[in-house]
């Protein structure tokens, strides 16, 4: 009545869909909620320790949203630790980031109505369909652009030169029908799909490209090589 909304969606157990539509019914009926109102519910399933029962802290009782984010932030800490290129004052909010991105990708990677299993070492891992890996994923690509610094402005995309480069581009063109859909069947679970599909779909053709490229530039070198020791020169290491 209050906020007149065209669309409203609920948020609770799976178990609670008898009542809720009882409840929408009701509201129905009874003209609280107009009859073009939408009503939605949205079940979802437990987070389950490695068990098959749902995730309890040591002492049994519920585990609480506060302790996991902080459980999951020194897992992301414990796996940058060793990493030598971030600086000690970054690593706490870098750690965060990481962290936060591999629980809520953990939840929404999971089609909501199912139960799935909290797992701290796969939710925190660098690789596979997790929040870190596409995280990953991302600095990798900074890392190049910003080597290229001088091609960021030109902004041209070539014809596809391999499979690799194909799939990628064909990855990217589904990514508005993804985002309807995803709003349309009320399914994060789809974005994070296609997040992972991208990532994959870059990573091969970045290892396609890197090794046709090595290759490329390694003959290169053996020619200029051979054709300066034809000539009497020899190539140096450094200069």
């Known amino acids: ?114 139960d799935y299993v909290f797992d701290i070492d796969r939710f925190a891992s660098f690789e596979g369909n997790t929040g870190p890996y596409i995280l990953y994923t991302i600095v990798r690509i900074k890392s190049i652009l910003n080597k290229a610094e001088e091609f960021k402005a030109q902004n041209i995309i070539s014809v596809p030169q391999s499979e690799s480069e194909r799939g990628l581009m064909l990855q990217l063109a589904k990514f508005n029908e993804v985002i309807e859909l995803s709003f349309r069947d009320r399914a994060p679970h789809k974005i994070c799909e296609f997040l992972y599909e991208l990532s994959n779909n870059f990573n091969k053709f970045y290892k396609a490209k890197k090794s046709s490229w090595l290759s490329l530039i390694n003959l290169v070198k053996n020619v200029l090589e051979q054709g300066l020791d034809l000539l009497g020169m020899e190539s140096v290491e450094r200069m």
């Open 1 to 114: 009545r209050d906020m007149k909304a065209d669309e409203i969606i609920y948020l609770a157990d799976k178990r609670q869909g008898l009542h809720y539509e009882q409840f929408f019914r009701a509201a129905k009926k009874s003209g609280i909620a107009h009859e073009d109102t939408i009503l939605d519910f949205i079940g979802f399933g437990t987070m389950n320790g490695k068990d098959g029962k749902p995730f309890k802290t040591r002492e049994g009782g519920v585990m609480r949203l506060a302790d996991l984010i902080s459980m999951i932030k020194e897992a992301g800490k414990e796996k940058l630790k060793d990493n030598k290129n971030i600086a000690e004052e970054d690593v706490e909010e870098i750690s965060s980031k990481v962290g936060l991105a591999a629980l809520k990708y953990g939840d929404l990677s999971n089609q909501a109505a199912k």
